[in-house]
């Protein structure tokens, strides 16, 4: 199983419909693939913005890639991010899931 997160910055007065959009857009998005094994829309507020990590759970990289396309690192993006994101970070970090409690 693959790990992949994301990241971004988006300022203090649009997180909430920002987390909004996440949870009615991004997440159904990302839930209805085969192969995604979960996904989580983490928040951490920070002065004047908030810090989101996306953190999903698939079954191997070329489901990711089926996804997110290729290169299989790049950012996947909505079209509602540009009116949010401070900055549209390119890529993704995975990580191999070794084990769970």
């Not at 949870?23 to 951490?44: E, F, K, M, Q, T």
């Not at 996306?54 to 070329?62: G, I, N």
Request: charged letters at 30%; hydrophobic letters at 45%.
């Amino acid at each position: 199983m693959i790990a992949r997160r994301w990241h971004g910055i988006v300022p203090r007065d649009k997180a909430e419909a920002y987390f909004r959009l996440m949870l009615d857009v991004a997440i159904p998005d990302y839930r209805s693939v085969a192969g995604n094994r979960g996904a989580w829309c983490l928040r951490r507020p920070d002065g004047d913005v908030v810090h989101f990590e996306m953190l999903t759970f698939w079954d191997d990289l070329e489901v990711i890639e089926g996804f997110a396309g290729t290169p299989v690192d790049a950012a996947k993006y909505y079209d509602f991010d540009d009116d949010f994101l401070i900055e549209k970070e390119a890529h993704v970090l995975h990580f191999e899931v070794n084990g769970t409690l």
